[in-house]
C-alpha cells in the first residue's frame, strides 16, 4: 500500500506531492461552510490529520505496525472521500428544497467539493494502481493505467523504463474531472472504470447543478 510508505520517500516517488495533496484536501474541506458538511468539519479535519501524522511520523518495522499503517492509510481516503461526497449530497439537497444559501458561499463550496475530487481520486489511483513496478508483480496486481510512457515508440520512454508517479495520476484525475474522460490515460480494469465514472458523475453534478443554481442565485 503505497499512502502507509508516507514516512519515508523512495527513489522516484517524491513523496511531498502526496503529503501537500492530502493537507490540500484537510484544508478544502475547512473552507467550506459548516451547514455543507456532513460532521462538524473541524473534528473531521483533525482524524485527517490525526491520521496524516500517524503515516508521516511511524517507523516502518514491524509487520504489525505495517498493518495499523494501511488501515490508517485507507482510513484516511475513504474518509475524505465519503465526507467529500456527502458535502455534495448536502448541497445539492439544500438546492432543490429551496433552502436559503448565499450564492458566493455556494460557489465556493462547490468550487472546494471540485478540488477535493480531484485530489482524493488522484489518490485513488495512485494508490490502487500497481503499475507493474515499485516491488509488485503484475501477476499478482494487474496495471489499472495504461500510460503512454508505458507503451513502445520512437519518442517515447522505454517500457519497463519508468514508472509514474502520484502527480502523474493526479494529471489522470484533472483531466478526468475537466473532460469527463481518459485524455492521457487509458483505465485497463474494471475497478479503474468505476472510479473513473463515479468522479466523473461527482464533477458534472458539482458543475451543473451547484454552480450554475448558484450563478442564478447571484443574478
Do not use: C
Not at 510508505?5 to 474541506?29: K, N, Y
Not at 473552507?31 to 462538524?40: D, G, M, T
Amino acid at each position: 500500500m503505497k499512502l502507509a510508505r508516507l514516512h519515508h520517500a523512495a527513489a522516484p516517488e517524491p513523496i511531498w506531492h502526496v503529503q501537500a495533496a492530502v493537507l490540500a484536501a484537510i484544508i478544502l474541506q475547512l473552507a467550506l461552510s459548516s451547514s455543507l458538511s456532513a460532521v462538524p468539519k473541524y473534528m473531521l479535519a483533525s482524524v485527517e490529520m490525526l491520521l496524516l501524522l500517524v503515516l508521516m511520523v511511524s517507523p516502518r518495522d514491524g509487520r504489525m505496525l505495517w498493518r495499523v499503517k494501511r488501515s490508517a492509510a485507507l482510513l484516511l481516503i475513504v474518509i475524505i472521500s465519503v465526507a467529500n461526497i456527502m458535502s455534495l449530497i448536502l448541497v445539492v439537497h439544500s438546492l432543490l428544497t429551496g433552502s436559503t444559501h448565499d450564492g458566493r458561499a455556494l460557489i465556493a463550496s462547490g468550487f472546494a467539493i471540485y478540488l477535493t475530487n480531484i485530489i482524493v481520486f488522484g489518490l485513488w489511483y495512485w494508490e490502487m494502481d500497481s503499475n507493474g513496478v515499485q516491488g509488485q508483480s503484475p501477476a499478482v496486481r494487474p496495471i489499472d493505467f495504461l500510460f503512454p510512457q508505458m507503451t513502445p515508440g520512437e519518442h517515447v520512454t522505454k517500457p519497463g523504463m519508468w514508472s509514474p508517479t502520484f502527480f502523474d495520476y493526479l494529471y489522470v484525475s484533472i483531466t478526468n474531472a475537466t473532460a469527463f474522460s481518459p485524455t492521457d490515460s487509458f483505465p485497463l480494469t474494471h475497478r479503474a472504470k468505476a472510479l473513473m465514472s463515479i468522479q466523473a458523475l461527482v464533477s458534472v453534478s458539482t458543475i451543473a447543478l451547484v454552480a450554475a443554481r448558484a450563478v442564478g442565485i447571484l443574478n
